[in-house]
């Protein structure tokens, strides 16, 4: 049977509550107050580090990918949803994150049914334009990896083995130096 964690419940009452409360997408600044960012040194780290089981997104243009084609890379791996108050909190900082001279893949998974038609609109609206944004409209890649909330955050090294994870919104704005540490 899985641990369940504090922050999971917390996580998994935000998802239900942010999605009961707004099936719209949410603005930025409607969840600044609302939303209590964690530290990233909150991480829970794996021991030991385990491959991830294979998973699959859609771009936004529709093509496939795997988490395999990010494989050489360190990646921080993020599901979010539009309606999710606490994603939507913390999404500026992973784009910041993404645009950094890190050498980290940023990938922010939307779980949104909706797929590109509702992501793309939501994005231009809130100028998020560097992090790679992937679909997982069916929710089969957040059923694989185990994410039992929105948002979860995944760390994963070069040679794809889970590094360190995240549930609940973080503060990625100045967290490079230590994911490096940690995916290295």
Do not use: Y
């Not at 949410?26 to 969840?31: K, P, Q, W």
């Amino acid at each position: 049977m899985a641990l369940v964690t504090r922050r999971t419940v917390l996580a998994a009452a935000a998802t239900v509550l942010g999605g009961v409360a707004a099936r719209k997408p949410a603005r930025a600044d409607e969840t600044e107050p609302l939303v209590q960012m964690h530290p990233f040194s909150e991480i829970t780290r794996a021991a030991p580090p385990r491959m991830l089981p294979p998973a699959s997104f859609t771009t936004l243009d529709g093509r496939l990918k795997t988490l395999a084609d990010f494989r050489g890379k360190p990646v921080l791996l993020n599901f979010w949803a539009t309606w999710c108050v606490p994603c939507v909190a913390e999404l500026p900082e992973l784009d910041h994150l993404a645009g950094t001279d890190s050498g980290l893949v940023v990938l922010t998974v939307s779980a949104d049914r909706g797929g590109a038609a509702v992501v793309t609109p939501f994005l231009a609206a809130h100028h998020l334009t560097r992090a790679t944004v992937l679909l997982d409209q069916s929710n089969d890649s957040v059923h694989a990896l185990n994410v039992v909330g929105f948002p979860t955050t995944l760390l994963i090294d070069a040679t794809g083995q889970l590094r360190g994870t995240m549930e609940g919104p973080a503060s990625w704005g100045s967290a490079a130096q230590a994911i490096a540490a940690i995916v290295s």
